[in-house]
Antibody
């Protein structure tokens, strides 16, 4: 069954760019949608955005302008970049597969184990 | 954004109990409501999608119901592995999650 694993720096300085990668194993990255979700004590669970294997994307309006999601199907990886970070971006970041029908997100399953990213100088 | 409000925020229950968790949407979301279970230190796990359909492998003691703005997750015959935090998530518009309900051991 498909498994997802996040990787990347656990500490990012304010105003810099947060970068994370999700590696998909046990299944194909193609023909699916993939998403990033974060969880913080202050904001709870927050959907960040998704990418289709073809490269099309959609982002949460609250983060649009700061976030970029990209995909490398050859490596079975997709990535998150969030720029101009502040302490409010400190969270556990999850990657997940997304079920989408008629361009509408349905649900997220499965999820990666999560990666804690702290924004601090 | 559609705001999702869960109640209670926490509850204490015993093994074998029946537990009901409520999720209310700030506007109608039809039946576009999913439930997740999160064990501390782990990722959320999909339990129920589209209000009442159990994800494959989820025990039948879990059930979901509702429509419009009011939804419930019911766990009958609570088991030790069910002590966790449960989240609802609407998929009618830009997805948003409830604040969670923690089920603790009494």
């Amino acid at each position: 069954q498909v498994q997802l694993q996040e990787s990347g720096p656990g500490l990012v300085k304010p105003s810099e760019t947060l970068s994370l990668t999700c590696t998909v194993s046990g299944g194909s990255i193609s023909s699916y949608y993939w998403s990033w979700i974060r969880q913080s004590p202050g904001k709870g669970l927050e959907w960040i955005g998704y990418i289709y294997y073809s490269g099309s994307t959609d982002y949460n309006p609250s983060l649009r302008g700061r976030v970029t999601i990209s995909i490398d199907t050859a490596k079975s990886q997709f990535s998150l970049k969030l720029n101009s970070v502040t302490a409010a971006d400190t969270a556990v970041y999850y990657c997940a597969r997304v079920k989408i029908t008629s361009h509408q997100i349905n649900w997220f399953d499965p999820w990666g184990q999560g990666a804690l990213v702290t924004v601090s100088s | 954004d559609v705001q999702m409000t869960q109640s209670p925020s926490s509850l204490s229950a015993s093994v074998g109990d029946r537990v009901t968790i409520t999720c209310r949407a700030s506007q109608t979301i039809a039946t576009s409501l999913n439930w997740y279970q999160q064990i501390p230190g782990k990722a959320p796990k999909l339990l129920i999608y589209a209000t009442s359909t159990l994800q494959s492998g989820v025990p039948s003691r879990f059930s979901g119901s509702g429509s419009g703005t009011d939804f419930t997750l019911t766990i009958t015959n609570l088991q030790p592995e069910d002590f966790a935090t449960y989240y609802c998530q609407q998929s009618y518009t830009t997805p948003t999650f409830g604040g969670g309900t923690t089920v603790e051991i009494k």
